[in-house]
């Protein structure tokens, strides 16, 4: 990999579930139209009104691990027994286009990201005001059972712990502060 050839930029955004990662990244996408969102693939069930190919790409397990043995994944993780992978092909491309590359992974991903791209990935990490606080969010987002919130929330007391180990930190206690903050980084490294 030659990153001098890369004249696009990465930029990665890490949160535990439940931190409005989701809603702060499509005002992202609407605010900065010429960020590419990566589509990773995913072993992960569908879930109402996400799209094959645009929210993910959803395959089987099979097929997942034929692709990562096949080393074509920049990284892949498993993550809440499902597993999570990033095209090398088309990230790579897209940086020696001159395309900016948005990423919503987990910290394990993020790590792996940082390990391959090192400072050519731009990392910012969202967090919740509190782990109570990311509880009551996914309780009353219902789209997940009580076992799956609890992994999350033991995942999320972990990825907590690293909050500090990457370039940027954003803490969402208020939506429209944590956006703003997360905007004006945004330009910072797309235009600074």
């Known amino acids: ?5 890369f004249t696009g930029k990465l930029i990665v955004i890490v949160a535990p579930s439940g931190t409005g990662k989701s809603t702060m990244i499509k005002r992202l996408k609407l605010d900065f139209p010429t960020i590419v969102e990566s589509v990773s693939y995913t072993t992960r069930p569908q879930r109402p009104g996400e799209v094959h190919g645009l929210s993910y790409f959803f395959i089987s397990r099979e097929e997942f691990i034929a692709k990562r043995d096949n080393n074509d994944f920049l990284e892949w993780a498993e993550v809440h027994g499902n597993f999570y992978g990033t095209s ?24 792996s990201m940082k390990l391959h ?47 500090e180990d990457f370039d940027y930190l954003i803490y969402n ?7 703003s903050r997360l905007k004006e ?4 490294i797309l235009h600074g």
């Open 185 to 188: 980084i945004t330009q910072k």
């Open 173 to 179: 206690d208020d939506i429209e502060n944590a956006y």
């Open 88 to 111: 090398k092909e088309f990230v790579e491309t897209c940086l020696k286009e001159g395309k900016h590359v948005l990423f919503d992974l987990d910290v394990q991903g993020t790590d």
């Open 1 to 5: 990999m030659n990153k001098e050839s």
């Open 117 to 163: 791209f090192q400072d050519v990935a731009n990392v910012i990490f969202i967090s919740p005001p509190s782990v109570e606080e990311l509880e009551k969010r996914l309780r009353h987002r219902g789209t997940e059972n009580t076992q799956v919130i609890n992994l999350r929330l033991m995942n999320a007391r972990k990825e907590l712990l690293r909050k």
